[in-house]
């Protein structure tokens, strides 16, 4: 049999020869049709009279990217009984071109590189960033790679597999499957963390560590290293929750498509990021995050900036309740139209905030902040993952801009609440605003200025009457504060519907 694709041939090389044996592998070439369904080229690979698998074998893909609407194509090679390391090495053999570098193993997702240049390496004890190390299964493996950007024709790639007997990477007994941190502190109150940041594991320049060594320095209670659609960083979290006991560490990874960003909050399953590839659809993807029990938040939707940041603007056309929160503010970057569109299209999206800080806060970038810039703060009944997430979920959440210690400000309706909404034919709306100093007090209904008051003394609190509107429709409010021009905090809407 012959994997056929267009325009691309695969020759895989000759084998390493140890002393006393083979790994019974043959010199072959092999063509394949990437989308087709996948079989081996080479029948006596995997041969049950095949001895031992011995030494190293280096595989070789060389060929030109595929044209067509698809955004990812796949290099398969099959992987024999007994391979104990695999390593992947990767050129796109162009100063103007960007692809992106992944793999999946005959049961599913192994890693995802994204753009790194540094080869992947991987085994059963240890994997190099980004990779999940883990048991070698014998059969069709794939090297994913994602054309993340095409300015130069024709594109080319250069693939190296190595397939090793013997690893060699020193093993990693720290890492361990995730599972969720019982409660770090139990009592109702506003926790402050941060969604969005970057290590080593993604195309952060810094270590998991680091990160969390910021976060802890900076006074948060939680944080959520945001990988970009990898859980690679998952396996390293108990290891890192057992010497960082003061600050919870939230499952979750960016899901990063060449149409837009979104963080799957709570998430340590892999989501399929790839759309438009091989019948992926993003609504598929939300589906996925919410069938993990997590939240889907879409990242820095107004961060249009090209080929500086691939898919950082959101494109994808969604149903809008789907979506449960909204980063309306990134760094210095802010989504808040964004949020207000989704809104006034029936989401009852969360606000909240990410530094997306890739350095550790070592950056000295205009445009990047520190983690816990912005910082998110989450009323919630424990500081656990299924607290945080309880509170998102019934909306309770403030964004202060500045990041910690910045203005407060907690707001509600009277009346009977469930989750984010009051139901009430006449409500109370209280906003109490703490520590602003010298600021004003915006009020909005349905997106449009309600009230604007000074504010004045250490604790401020903003009383008006409001009435339901009819007809089984919703009004919703949110808050700010401000100052000289300068948003310091946004809370997030609470909807208001006429009593049941």
């Not at 903003?462 to 809370?491: C, I, K, M, N, Q």
Request: aromatic content about 8%; overall charge negative; some cysteine.
């Amino acid at each position: 049999m012959q994997f056929r694709r267009r325009n691309s041939r695969v020759s895989v090389g000759p084998i390493q020869r140890l002393a006393g044996g083979t790994a019974g592998m043959q010199f072959c070439h092999i063509a394949f049709v990437v989308s087709a369904l996948l079989s081996t080229a080479c029948s006596d690979v995997a041969s049950p009279d095949a001895p031992p698998f011995k030494g190293e074998v280096v595989l070789r893909f060389e060929g030109e990217v595929p044209d067509g609407e698809e955004r990812h194509f796949f290099l398969p090679f099959e992987v024999p009984p007994g391979v104990a390391e695999i390593e992947i090495r990767h050129d796109d053999l162009s100063a103007r071109n960007i692809l992106d570098w992944g793999l999946d193993d005959p049961n599913g997702f192994r890693g995802w590189g994204g753009g790194k240049g540094d080869p992947a390496i991987l085994g059963r004890e240890a994997a190099s960033y980004s990779y999940l190390p883990g048991e070698i299964p014998a059969g069709i493996w794939e090297v994913v790679v994602g054309k993340a950007l095409i300015e130069e024709h024709p594109a080319r790639y250069a693939v190296e597999v190595v397939l090793r007997a013997t690893p060699t990477l020193t093993p990693q007994p720290m890492r361990r499957p995730y599972l969720s941190s019982p409660a770090l502190e139990t009592g109702a109150r506003w926790y402050a963390g941060d969604f969005h940041m970057h290590s080593l594991e993604s195309d952060g320049s810094r270590s998991l560590e680091e990160v969390v060594a910021l976060a802890e320095r900076r006074g948060l209670d939680f944080l959520m290293v945001s990988e970009h659609n990898t859980t690679s960083h998952l396996s390293f979290y108990a290891d890192l929750q057992a010497r960082h006991p003061g600050i919870l560490l939230i499952p979750g990874i960016e899901v990063t498509t060449y149409a837009g960003h979104a963080n799957a909050i709570g998430v340590n399953g892999f989501v399929e990021h790839r759309t438009g590839t091989r019948g992926a659809k993003i609504e598929e993807a939300i589906e996925s995050v919410h069938r993990q029990g997590g939240l889907f938040s879409i990242n820095h939707p107004q961060m249009n900036l090209g080929s500086l940041c691939i898919g950082c603007g959101w494109q994808h056309e969604v149903d809008p309740q789907t979506i449960d929160a909204v980063e309306i503010r990134n760094a210095v970057f802010n989504g808040f139209d964004f949020w207000q569109e989704l809104a006034a299209a029936g989401s009852h999206a969360a606000a909240i905030g990410g530094s997306d800080d890739h350095n550790a806060g070592t950056s000295t970038s205009p445009i990047s902040t520190a983690i816990g810039t912005p910082t998110t703060l989450v009323y919630a009944r424990e500081l656990s993952v299924a607290g945080l997430l309880a509170g998102l979920r019934e909306g309770r959440s403030v964004v202060q801009f500045q990041g910690p210690g910045g203005p407060m400000l907690v707001a509600d309706l009277s009346g009977e609440r469930l989750g984010d909404t009051v139901h009430a034919d006449r409500s109370t709306l209280s906003v109490e605003v703490i520590d602003a100093g010298a600021t004003t007090l915006n009020v909005y209904r349905n997106g449009i200025l309600f009230d604007r008051v000074v504010v004045e003394g250490s604790v401020f609190t903003y009383r008006s009457e409001v009435e339901a509107p009819s007809g089984g429709t919703e009004d919703r409010f949110h808050f700010e504060v401000v100052r000289a021009g300068d948003v310091l905090a946004v809370a997030s809407h609470v909807w208001l519907r006429a009593s049941r």
